[in-house]
């Protein structure tokens, strides 16, 4: 990449396979809403989670790399399977050769820095796509910092569909959200803290909350992941910096602009403009 590039501001970028990260660009726009945004979503090639590492490494680099060529300085991952199964490779392998002064981040160890002082029996669950549970990256991130909690994963493949085709609040979803919590609960019954381990899980709150037992709580990443953007550019100034501050925000898709102008509507309340692009 063209090194003078690096000298120009621009929005922050914000990634994801799909519609989730939606739920993650929100917290940011409430926490820092002065700072200017452009959403990507690679709808046409979503779902990643039961992708392997190679393709999901693949696809990740190609929208980090669309997304600096718009401008961004500041690239988040608001994927899971994305931050689980790309995010090192892109940090370690790419950057020191597309541009050493850029940076991509993702949500996975914001949600992670904050759960020990959660959870008071030590003991976790993490719901995520079967890629990000199979990946691990939960259980040894979480082992890096907190040897002493205990973890348990749970792959509720089902979940991401009832989302996107809009079931997530009917009464058919029931039997998906029950049979994967009584399965992570009946692995572990000391389990106090369910991590939503993947962003389009928000918008199953209400049916998980109606399933998990009293004293258990559901941590979503949203909050954290946008608290811990506001920490990190409090302590990097100079990406502050880099990252304009319009308080706009700009969305691509590389699928239907319509279905993902229908889509955002319920995941953010709000009316969108949607450009298409191809990343392939």
Not at 9 to 21: A, H, K, M
Request: aromatic share 8%; charged share 20%.
């Amino acid at each position: 990449m063209n090194q003078q590039l690096s000298s120009k501001s621009g929005p922050i970028g914000v990634f994801d396979s799909g519609y989730g990260g939606l739920t993650i660009l929100q917290q940011f726009r409430k926490i820092l809403p002065e700072y200017d945004y452009l959403y990507l979503g690679d709808n046409a090639r979503a779902p990643y989670g039961s992708r392997s590492f190679e393709v999901v490494y693949e696809f990740t680099l190609q929208a980090v790399n669309r997304l600096f060529e718009e401008g961004c300085q500041l690239v988040i991952l608001a994927c899971n399977t994305a931050s689980a199964k790309a995010l090192r490779n892109i940090q370690q392998k790419n950057l020191p050769n597309i541009d050493p002064t850029r940076r991509v981040l993702g949500i996975i160890r914001p949600t992670i820095e904050i759960i020990d002082g959660i959870t008071k029996t030590k003991h976790i669950g993490v719901l995520g796509t079967t890629g990000t549970i199979q990946s691990e990256t939960y259980n040894i991130e979480i082992n890096k910092l907190f040897p002493h909690i205990i973890t348990t994963g749970e792959a509720c493949p089902m979940w991401v569909p009832l989302v996107e085709n809009r079931e997530f609040d009917h009464p058919g979803a029931d039997y998906f959200v029950k049979k994967h919590i009584d399965e992570i609960l009946h692995r572990d019954s000391q389990i106090d803290t369910l991590v939503l381990g993947c962003t389009h899980y928000p918008l199953l709150v209400d049916k998980i909350q109606r399933f998990i037992p009293e004293g258990v709580q559901i941590l979503s990443q949203g909050k954290y992941v946008a608290e811990s953007l506001h920490h990190y550019l409090q302590v990097h100034p100079e990406m502050s910096d880099k990252c304009t501050k319009g308080g706009t925000c700009k969305f691509y898709t590389t699928e239907s602009v319509e279905k993902f102008s229908d889509m955002a509507s319920i995941f953010l309340s709000e009316n969108i403009d949607v450009e298409h692009l191809s990343l392939e």
